[in-house]
């Protein structure tokens, strides 16, 4: 019946439309708590990469670029399989993937931030590094973050999905 059932039923006369509801409480819990973790690994790494060059940025490029050349959801089966299907793996699986796309995004626009007025008046006041990174940088880089955590946001929870629907989500 329409009038009952918005979605119908499934073969053995489950509702749809609350069995979906009930699968999307886990994408809507997990995926921001995952894209908020994969933000909090990749920005203080971006930050330091993008602004101070040299070594460090050579190792966590490096890092980076070979997480990247690997197909995402390829990382998150390997991942989820190989720890287990738990919130927490799951967590650990976009974090692992995710992050090197943020640091990427934050290092490009730490190494444009660098070299604006406001952070050399920073740096002749006598202010520290973390500072720099955190009260002159990443506020002027806000813009593209929000933007991008948006769509990064949307992607995690279609993965996030897409493992449940492989029988390796929640």
């Known amino acids: 019946d329409c009038g009952t059932f918005w979605f119908g039923t ?3 006369g489950r509702d749809t439309l609350s069995r979906i509801m009930y699968g999307a409480q886990q994408v809507l819990l997990f ?3 995952a894209t908020l973790c994969a933000y909090l690994v990749g920005i203080p790494m971006g930050l ?16 980076a670029n070979v997480i990247l050349s690997f ?18 793996n799951i967590i650990f699986a976009v974090v692992f993937a995710s992050s090197p796309g ?3 995004i934050v290092r490009g626009l730490a190494l444009d931030l660098r070299t604006r007025e406001y952070v050399y008046a920073a740096e002749t ?3 520290g590094l973390w500072y720099v ?10 813009g593209p973050l929000i933007v991008d955590a948006m769509l990064r946001l949307g992607y995690v929870s279609i993965t996030i999905g897409t493992l ?6 929640l």
Do not use: M, Q, W
């Not at 330091?48 to 890092?63: C, E, H, M, N």
């Not at 197909?71 to 927490?88: K, Q, R």
């Open 48 to 63: 330091l990469a993008g602004y101070k060059r040299g070594r460090i940025d050579d190792i966590l490029s490096f890092v």
């Open 71 to 88: 197909p995402v959801l390829v990382l998150y089966i390997l991942i989820i399989t190989t720890f287990g299907a738990s919130g927490l």
């Open 133 to 142: 990174l955190i009260v002159e940088i990443l506020p002027n880089a806000r």
């Open 31 to 33: 995926a921001p708590l």
């Open 10 to 12: 499934d073969l053995r």
């Open 102 to 104: 943020v640091f990427r």
């Open 164 to 169: 449940g629907f492989l029988g390796l989500g």
């Open 125 to 127: 006041r006598g202010e």
